[in-house]
């Protein structure tokens, strides 16, 4: 069992920044996939960025190239998302998950999911 628990999220203004980050228990952190997805009202949950388990593989949504940057540091069970240049339709709960023995971006293949932390542009 993994329990994964998101922080940073909040209100940043058009063109800002913000750091999430996502801290895990349980299980060998260092064993596992780990993604970042969001949800914004009204829509699915969609992929926004993946890491494999030692860092040296990452993977963006067309939306967030160039914008995003995901990390891990393992000895601190803990993965982050770096979002530059926000915009308004990056506005959802932003979630992160882990998976095993998995590399893609498919939700239904991540076991363990967050709670979730809101992230709002303004415009």
């Known amino acids: 069992q993994v329990q994964l628990v998101e922080s940073g999220g909040g209100l940043v203004q058009a063109g800002g920044s913000l750091r999430l980050a996502c801290t895990a228990s349980?299980?060998?952190?260092?064993?596992?996939?780990m993604g970042w997805f969001r949800q914004a009202p009204g829509k699915e949950r969609e992929f926004v960025a993946r890491?494999?388990?030692?860092?040296?593989?990452?993977s963006y949504a067309d939306s967030g190239k160039g914008r995003w940057t995901i990390s891990r540091d393992n000895a601190k069970n803990t993965v982050y998302l770096q979002m530059n240049k926000m915009q308004p339709e990056d506005t959802a709960l932003y979630y992160c998950?882990?998976?095993?023995?998995?590399?893609?971006?498919?939700?239904?293949?991540?076991?363990?999911w967050g709670q979730g932390t809101q992230v709002t542009v303004s415009s």
């Open positions: 890491i494999d388990r030692v860092g040296g593989k990452k």
């Open positions: 998950a882990a998976a095993y023995r998995y590399d893609g971006s498919e939700p239904g293949k991540y076991a363990y």
């Open positions: 349980g299980r060998t952190f260092s064993s596992y996939l």
